[in-house]
C-alpha cells in the first residue's frame, strides 16, 4: 500500500510563517527518507496558520530540498486561477524536477468571500470548474499543430492530473475524465461511501488511467502510548472548532481535557468530521489503517496531521510508515 503525506504548513501558536515554512522542508526530507511515496500540499488563503497560500512556490521549494519523493498540490483550487498559468507553474516545476511533480485540482475557493473577491476569482455564479480541468489538461498535454496558445513550459510534460473533492460532484467528474480520484476523508467523510462507489462504477478508462486509482485522506497522530496521542489530537480538534465559530487562528496547543474547552453538541460534530482517523500507540494506530483500508480498499493512502509540536509531528509520521512499511 502506497502512502504518502498531506501537509499544510501549520503555523503553531508561538512559532512564525518561517519556521512553519522550515517543518515542511524537514518533514519532506524526513517523509522521503521513511519511504512516503507523495508529498502533497495545499492552497488555503487568510488563514494565520497556514503557510501554504501560495503552494506553488512551496512544492518548488519541497522538490529543492528533497531527491526522489513525489511534490505536489493537494490541491490547487483551480477556480481561483486561469488554468494556463496553472500549466505554466506546474510544467515549470515538471521540467525543474521531471517525474516528481503530482496537480491535484479542487473546486471549492480555499477561503472566504472576501479574500475570493481579493482574489479576483469569478463569482458570477457560472460553474466552468469541469471545462477549465479539460483546457489545464490540454494545455499539459502535446501540442497541437496551429494551436494558437501553448503553455510554456508546460506542453508535453504531462503532469499527472489528480481530482480532489468531498461530494459526488468530484467523483463523477474524475470517472468521466478517466483521472485518480482522492477524496477529502479527513475533514469531510459523509459522503465518502458514496463517492467510492460512484467513481469506481463510473469509472471511463483513459491512455493515461487505464484502471480507476482512489486516495483515501487519513488523519494520523501516532506517539508513544495511546495518551499522548490522544493529546496530540487536541491541537487539530480546537483548530477545527475555531474555524467552525469562524474563530480561524494559529494551531493550538495541545491540552488535557478537551471536554473542557468545548461543548458536548461541538465534540460531536468534530468527531464525526475527523472520524476518518488513527490514533495513539503503534500498535492502536496500526490497528485503526488496517481496519480503514480494508473498509475502503483504498489503492494509496495520504496521511495528515495538525501537530502543534514539530518533533512530535515529525515522530507520528515515523510510527505510521513504521506500520504501512511493513
Known amino acids: 500500500m502506497p502512502y504518502s503525506v498531506l501537509d499544510l504548513s501549520p503555523v503553531p501558536q508561538g512559532a512564525t510563517q518561517a519556521e512553519a515554512l522550515a517543518n515542511t522542508a524537514a518533514l519532506a526530507r524526513h517523509a522521503e527518507a521513511l519511504g512516503y511515496r507523495r508529498y502533497w500540499m495545499a492552497e488555503h488563503h487568510n488563514m494565520v496558520g497556514i503557510a501554504s497560500a501560495a503552494t506553488a512556490v512551496l512544492i518548488g521549494h519541497v522538490a529543492?530540498?528533497?531527491?526522489?519523493?513525489?511534490?505536489?498540490?493537494?490541491?490547487?483550487?483551480?477556480?481561483?486561477?486561469?488554468?494556463?498559468?496553472?500549466?505554466?507553474?506546474?510544467?515549470?516545476?515538471?521540467?525543474?524536477?521531471?517525474?516528481?511533480?503530482?496537480?491535484?485540482?479542487?473546486?471549492?475557493?480555499?477561503t472566504d468571500m472576501a479574500t475570493a473577491r481579493a482574489l479576483r476569482r469569478g463569482l458570477s455564479g457560472g460553474d466552468t470548474f469541469p471545462q477549465d480541468v479539460v483546457e489545464l489538461m490540454g494545455f499539459l498535454g502535446e501540442a497541437e499543430e496551429g494551436q494558437s496558445v501553448r503553455a510554456v513550459p508546460g506542453a508535453g510534460t504531462h503532469v499527472p492530473i489528480w481530482m480532489l473533492g468531498s461530494s459526488l460532484f468530484g467523483a463523477q467528474l474524475a470517472a468521466h475524465l478517466g483521472l485518480p480520484y482522492a477524496f477529502a476523508s479527513h475533514f469531510a467523510p459523509a459522503a465518502l461511501d458514496d463517492a467510492i462507489a460512484t467513481y469506481r462504477a463510473g469509472y471511463r478508462p483513459s491512455a493515461a488511467n487505464p484502471e480507476p486509482k482512489f486516495m483515501l485522506a487519513i488523519n494520523v497522530f501516532a506517539a508513544d502510548t495511546d495518551a499522548e496521542g490522544?493529546?496530540?489530537?487536541?491541537?487539530?480538534?480546537?483548530?477545527?472548532?475555531?474555524?467552525?465559530?469562524?474563530?480561524?487562528?494559529?494551531?493550538?496547543?495541545?491540552?488535557?481535557?478537551?471536554?473542557?474547552?468545548?461543548?458536548?453538541?461541538?465534540?460531536?460534530?468534530?468527531?464525526?468530521?475527523?472520524?476518518?482517523?488513527?490514533?495513539?500507540?503503534?500498535?492502536?494506530?496500526?490497528?485503526?489503517?488496517?481496519?480503514?483500508?480494508?473498509?475502503?480498499?483504498?489503492?494509496?493512502?495520504?496521511?495528515?496531521?495538525?501537530?502543534?509540536?514539530?518533533?512530535?509531528?515529525?515522530?507520528?509520521?515515523?510510527?505510521?510508515?513504521?506500520?504501512?512499511?511493513?
Do not use: C, W
Open 64 to 110: 529543492g530540498a528533497t531527491s526522489t519523493i513525489r511534490v505536489g498540490a493537494g490541491g490547487i483550487m483551480l477556480p481561483n486561477h486561469a488554468p494556463l498559468m496553472v500549466a505554466e507553474a506546474f510544467g515549470t516545476l515538471a521540467t525543474l524536477y521531471p517525474d516528481r511533480i503530482d496537480l491535484g485540482l479542487g473546486r471549492a475557493p480555499g
Open 230 to 326: 490522544e493529546r496530540l489530537r487536541t491541537s487539530m480538534q480546537q483548530a477545527f472548532l475555531n474555524l467552525r465559530r469562524g474563530q480561524p487562528g494559529y494551531l493550538p496547543a495541545p491540552v488535557d481535557d478537551i471536554t473542557a474547552i468545548a461543548s458536548p453538541a461541538e465534540l460531536a460534530m468534530v468527531e464525526q468530521a475527523l472520524s476518518v482517523s488513527a490514533v495513539g500507540s503503534k500498535a492502536t494506530v496500526g490497528a485503526a489503517l488496517e481496519r480503514l483500508i480494508a473498509r475502503y480498499a483504498p489503492d494509496e493512502v495520504i496521511l495528515t496531521g495538525q501537530i502543534h509540536d514539530h518533533a512530535a509531528r515529525m515522530k507520528s509520521f515515523a510510527i505510521a510508515a513504521e506500520v504501512l512499511g511493513g
